[in-house]
């Protein structure tokens, strides 16, 4: 039997062609399974694991359980001039973004600044994959999504929050863009379980038991409650994610989201919000004088000795992963093979 710890090096070619297969061979549309396929080969590519191929066990859980529509088309609507809206129809959310995109770019460059909100869709993923086509087409921006409540406030043990990812991109003059992109919570859960899955213990100050005492036992972490990052500051900040990408947006709560799975183990259900900001409209003939400006600033952060700039490392992986495909646990694979063939995947 494969060991846990057993990987196996794959091209990002054959990394896309299975996650689409495992789609297609559930029934899922070919543009939804061709847009998460992408999606999670971007992760993969980025050494982003936690939202690679190892999601798709859980898209095709929604999909067999009748709870996502792998077949949604999604449908888009300008509320405003400044406001583009997209019902995702329970599909998933990387279609709904790529359909989305070009509307959003071009109200932020007609008004300056421009929100997308999509509503109604399964697993906004890592969200650096939907902000750097916008830092690409010279676009500042912010985005965040609600999940499943698995976070609890700082100093309770009740979960409350989903893991509440925030992110920001920056377009830069001379090459990849800027753009950070973290879970509200001390770690993203797919880290957790992805422990679990390696039989390793998870650091103090990532999850407490259900009493809430602290714990490094991945599966007992899962079962109480994850913990923010930051303490009370991680947790203004979740609420206010759990506020923007839900509510405001009409979408679910990461409480309403959970309650929603009835326990079937999908992915979260729910909205993300993007905010994207034109600097060339902000600032006319001085854009290129203060774009520099901001290089000065990431100069004076990178040039100190053992600092980098967030999204350096992921850059790096993908430059590596491009030559040399990229490293997944082999019991992965032979998992996803099996729902390729039409077989595993409960419902
Ligand atoms: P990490 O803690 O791994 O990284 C957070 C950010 O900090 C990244 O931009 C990272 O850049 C940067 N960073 C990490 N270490 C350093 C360092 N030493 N110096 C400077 N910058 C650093 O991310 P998370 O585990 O919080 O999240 C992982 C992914 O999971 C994200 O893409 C997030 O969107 C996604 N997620 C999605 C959820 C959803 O429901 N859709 C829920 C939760 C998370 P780099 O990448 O280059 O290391």
Redesign the pocket.
């Known amino acids: 039997m494969t060991s846990i710890h057993t990987e196996r090096r794959v091209s990002l070619s054959e990394i896309e062609a299975l996650a689409r297969d495992v789609l297609l061979a559930r029934g899922v549309s070919f543009a939804q399974a061709d847009a998460v396929a992408r999606n999670v080969t971007a ?1 993969e590519a ?3 694991r ?2 690679g191929v190892y999601r798709l066990i859980g898209y095709v859980r929604a999909v067999v359980s009748g709870k996502a529509d792998g077949r949604a088309v999604p449908s888009m609507t300008q509320v405003s001039p400044a406001i583009i809206r997209v019902d995702a129809g329970r599909g998933f ?1 990387p279609l709904a973004n790529e359909i989305a995109r070009p509307a959003l770019v071009a109200a932020a460059q007609s008004l300056g600044i421009a929100v997308l909100a999509i509503n109604n869709c399964y ?7 939907d902000l750097e086509p916008l830092a690409d087409a010279g676009l500042v921006s912010i985005g965040m ?4 409540c698995t976070v609890a406030p700082h100093g309770g043990s009740k979960p409350v929050f ?6 920001f991109g920056w377009p830069r003059p001379d090459g990849a863009p800027f ?13 957790i379980e992805l422990h679990q899955r390696a039989g390793k213990s998870i650091p103090l100050g990532w999850a407490v038991d259900a009493e809430g005492r602290p714990t490094t036992d991945p599966a007992v972490g899962l079962a109480g409650a994850m913990l923010p ?1 930051g303490g009370h500051k991680g947790t203004a900040l979740a609420l206010m994610i759990e506020l923007l990408a839900g509510p405001m947006i009409g979408d679910l709560t990461s409480q309403e989201s959970f309650a929603e799975d009835e326990g079937m183990g999908s ?2 259900l729910g909205g ?1 919000l993007i905010i994207a900001f034109d600097p060339v409209r902000f600032l006319g003939d001085d854009f290129a004088g203060h774009m520099a400006r901001a290089e000065t600033l990431f100069s004076s952060i990178s040039g100190q000795d053992g ?11 993908r430059a590596q992963s491009v030559q040399n495909g990229v490293l997944v646990p082999a019991r992965l694979l032979e998992e996803l093979e099996l729902l390729r063939a039409g077989g595993g995947g409960r419902g």
């Open positions: 992760a980025d050494e982003c936690s939202h959310a697993h906004n993923s890592a969200m650096w994959v999504t609600a999940g499943q989903g893991t509440n990812p925030f992110a753009v950070f992109d973290f879970a509200t919570s001390a770690a993203a859960r797919g880290e990052f992915p979260p993300e600092v980098r700039l967030p999204g350096d490392r992921r850059l790096e992986a």
